[in-house]
């Protein structure tokens, strides 16, 4: 690429050589993050160590108006760190230092590079941990989390990154320091921080994360129930809520899913059930048998065919782990799977789980499925072989059907992955072009040039317009008639 | 029927009319002076939904909050972030709008942690609909929460979805006696341990807790925090600033500082709430004095009712998030007309 060189020579200007990557094979590892089905060569690849050379980065890449697209440990499962071709892609994996632990104020200020997983075990000696906890969390880091509004398996309860981050630090696109949020509970003004979290890296570049430290529950303890049908699976979910239970976590994996698991982990699972439901207690010992004994009465009423609890942390960290390696597990009994991410209102998951049922059938594909169950969040996984350029055809086809029915029962795309490219079209389809003109408002505000990775989470009306005339040629519904929420 | 506000505000726009969102009035002594042609909204009232197994609530503006409260309560649920209502004409609208929380705020979220979704008009006439009706959603920006405090200065909220939560079965208030210093400790100690805490406050020597929650943990959490009975009736007092402290003519200031923030050296009498996190203060220092020591704190500082506003309702900010508040501003009400200088005198 023409352009190349001038980029290379004004960020070694500032930056050792090393921390400016510029030959293929240096840049090739960046070239897709967690969802590979997309990728894409960095024109140039910055891996800063400080906060001035960030600065220093932005302001080279505004001056030069070239694209920045910030990644942090590349496990984003919706393309949102795919690099632009044409501008800079910023690493931020260096940033990897806990600034401070404050036990008794209850916060830990971290880098962006810092992994979920490594708060939670630097606030463990105080007897606090940090909540939100996605699946990929031995390795996915808290700027990626906070760029997504990461979820987990306890987010019923305990919240998602939005609930769990008090301030963030960083600079605009131009370089200029901004600060949202802080170690109060609110700051003056519009609460930027709520729009930043989530906003997939298209606001602000982030060097500096404060977040929440809740004290570690004394005790908890889980339950297995089985169920002959997953419509009734998800009708003890709802039962469990009617009682007036908050469960720590509530989630369900159908045959399939526990099928692949249990080959892969030996989690224990009731490998007979149409569906099994994972309900967590936590609390003081008093409380967690008093709720554990109420769920189970619940969960027997709504006709669980078999329940086991666990009786040590050893055990309880067992029946998780099959959860937590669904993925995976998957991945060892398909060449490829492509993991969906819609939220519905729990009420319909037998109606979607039947739809999906029956997708399977006109796609030809396999799709065992994942589901916080407490919070309505489907994680639908679509088996396939990427070497096959038909089928990869129609997983696509498959999960944009998924996708839109999401939409159609009053739920959404994404709970927790994110739209970066991959949901990109789907967008269209919850939002109508006001909206969509709204956002591309507020990115604007923030990002007038709009550099900062361009191209992730809110569609162009022009490709909205074509992906509408796509599916009427398909002989589909135009979207502009589907329900909406 | 939302059309009469659209086109309300799509003939305020043309003409530059400023209006005046306004529910039920019980907030308009908050914020800086009110001004422009009231916008009633409270004939656009009534619940659109609400399934308590799903725990959303999907509501109007004009709803008035007690009867939201009320409805919640018969299937035993509330909204967790415990709104004042500052009056009995209090709307949903304006809770959200307002953005105030209650004593439950530092134990359960704040309000913009419970919006799932909202319907906006926004300062061209349009409606728009973002977030939802489900627990996660991260498609799109997070618009919704960024109206809970906005003061309707980015568009009338006409319908907003929360979560919501069953009410804990059990709660209990208990007294204890302490100094400021030592109470500030103490409660950020509680905070530090699995204890059911769902609300503190200090003033005047004596510390007060609630615990919320199963009844074995409420029983157990008691027993280790000691101290005498207390009557549940002061988290209201204190919520609708009815407590013996907030009369006086004195201007209030809230204060919201981190929890651990060392005692506030001001003249003038101090309460505190949210586990240290929030302390009142009433106070005839000047806005000055009172605005840097809770920046020096780590905090700022809101002239919360008071006879003379010039100082401005809000602590001023720093350039680049004053530039982006304009731009925002101008993003969602381009003609300026939408409770001007509510939030900040320049726009």
């Not at chain 1, 045959?255 to 569906?275: H, I, N, Q, W």
């Not at chain 2, 914020?31 to 197994?53: F, K, M």
């Not at chain 2, 909220?157 to 204890?176: D, F, G, H, N």
Request: net charge neutral; aromatic share 6%; hydrophobic share 40%.
């Amino acid at each position: 690429m023409g352009s190349r060189l001038p980029v290379v020579n004004a960020l070694r200007g500032f930056l050792p050589a090393r921390a400016v990557l510029h030959e293929e094979e240096d840049t090739r590892p960046y070239e897709c993050d967690g969802l590979t089905a997309y990728r894409q060569l960095p024109m140039v690849v910055a891996l800063p160590e400080t906060e001035e050379q960030v600065q220093q980065i932005l302001k080279t890449c505004f001056s030069l108006k070239i694209p920045v697209v910030p990644r942090g440990a590349g496990t984003g499962l919706s393309g949102g760190a795919l690099p632009p071709g044409d501008g800079v892609l910023l690493s931020m994996a260096k940033f990897m230092r806990a600034v401070r632990v404050d036990p008794a104020a209850r916060v830990a200020v971290v880098q962006p590079g810092v992994r979920n997983a490594a708060i939670s075990e630097l606030a463990a000696p105080h007897g606090l941990y940090y909540a939100p906890d996605p699946s990929s969390q031995i390795a996915c880091t808290i700027g990626g989390n906070v760029a997504e509004n990461s979820g987990g398996v306890h987010c019923l309860k305990y919240g998602l990154t939005l609930h769990n981050v008090l301030g963030v630090r960083g600079f605009t696109v131009e370089g200029e320091p901004i600060a949202l949020g802080g170690e109060a509970l609110d700051s003056p003004g519009y609460d930027l921080l709520a729009l930043a979290i989530g906003s997939e890296g298209m606001l602000m570049v982030m060097t500096e994360v404060t977040v929440k430290l809740l004290p570690k529950a004394q005790s908890a303890r889980v339950i297995m129930a089985s169920f002959a049908d997953v419509e009734k699976a998800g009708d003890a979910v709802a039962k469990i809520i009617a009682a007036g239970i908050i469960p720590a976590g509530l989630e369900m994996m159908d045959k399939p899913a526990t099928r692949a698991v249990e080959e892969f982990v030996g989690a224990g699972y009731d490998l007979e059930a149409a569906a099994i439901l994972l309900c967590e207690s936590d609390g003081s010992a008093e409380e967690v048998e008093d709720e554990i004994a109420r769920m189970k009465a619940v969960l027997e009423g709504a006709g669980a065919t078999r329940m086991t609890v666990s009786r040590d942390e050893a055990e309880r960290l067992r029946f998780w782990s099959g959860r937590k390696a669904a993925f995976p597990a998957v991945g060892r009994i398909s060449p490829d799977y492509y993991c969906m991410d819609g939220t519905i209102p729990r009420k319909r998951l037998g109606e979607v789980l039947n739809f999906i049922a029956a997708l399977e059938k006109k796609y030809g594909l396999r799709c065992p499925n994942v589901f916080h169950a407490g919070d309505g969040n489907l994680h639908p996984l679509i088996l396939f072989d990427a070497n096959d350029a038909g089928e990869l055809d129609r997983t696509e086809r498959f999960a944009a059907e998924v996708l839109e029915k999401c939409v159609a029962v009053g739920g959404t795309i994404t709970g927790e992955h994110g739209v970066g490219v991959e949901k990109i079209n789907q967008m269209c389809v919850q939002f109508r072009p006001d909206e969509l003109e709204l956002f591309r408002a507020v990115k604007h505000a923030f990002d007038p040039a709009g550099l900062l990775n361009p191209g992730k989470a809110v569609p162009t009306l022009a490709r909205c317009a074509e992906y509408g005339r796509m599916h009427v040629h398909g002989g589909k519904l135009p979207h502009a008639d589907l329900p909406r929420f | 029927m939302i059309e009469p506000f659209q086109e309300r505000i799509r003939e305020a726009a043309a003409s530059r009319t400023p209006l005046r969102l306004r529910g039920g009035g019980s907030k308009d002594f908050y914020g800086n002076e009110p001004r422009g042609e009231v916008l009633d909204t409270r004939g656009y009232a009534g619940i659109v939904s609400y399934e308590p197994t799903e725990l959303v609530v999907t509501a109007r503006c004009g709803t008035p909050l007690p009867d939201l409260e009320e409805i919640l309560g018969k299937e035993n649920q509330f909204l967790p972030f415990e709104p004042p209502h500052f009056g009995p004409g209090a709307t949903l609208g304006g809770c959200i709008a307002a953005g105030l929380a209650g004593p439950r705020r530092a134990a359960a979220g704040a309000v913009r942690d419970f919006v799932l979704g909202a319907k906006l008009i926004d300062g061209r006439g349009r409606v728009l609909q973002f977030g939802g009706a489900v627990m996660k959603n991260v498609a799109g920006y997070d618009v919704s929460r960024l109206l809970a405090g906005s003061l309707g200065t980015l568009g009338l909220i006409a319908e907003v979805s929360l979560k919501v939560l069953p009410r804990p079965p059990s709660e209990r208030t208990l007294r204890l006696e302490a100094g400021e210093g030592d109470a500030l400790a103490t409660m950020n100690r509680w905070a530090g341990q699995p204890l059911p805490v769902s609300a503190s406050a200090w003033h005047e020597g004596r510390l007060f807790v609630r615990l919320s929650g199963a009844e074995p943990a409420v029983h157990a959490a008691a027993h280790r925090i000691g101290g005498e009975a207390g009557q549940a009736s002061l988290w209201s007092e204190l919520k609708e600033q009815a407590h013996p402290f907030f009369a006086g003519a004195e201007p209030l200031w809230r204060v919201s500082l981190p929890s651990t923030a060392a005692p506030l050296q001001l003249p003038g009498r101090q309460l505190i709430e949210w586990g240290g996190a929030l302390r009142w203060l009433k106070s005839d220092a000047s806005s000055a004095a009172v605005r840097e020591a809770a920046v020096r704190g780590g905090g700022h500082a809101t002239l919360f009712r008071a006879t003379d506003k010039s100082a401005g309702a809000f602590t001023p900010l720093d350039p680049v998030n004053a530039r982006l508040h304009k731009a925002l501003k101008a993003a969602f009400d381009p003609a300026g007309i939408l409770n001007p200088g509510r939030l900040y005198a320049d726009f």
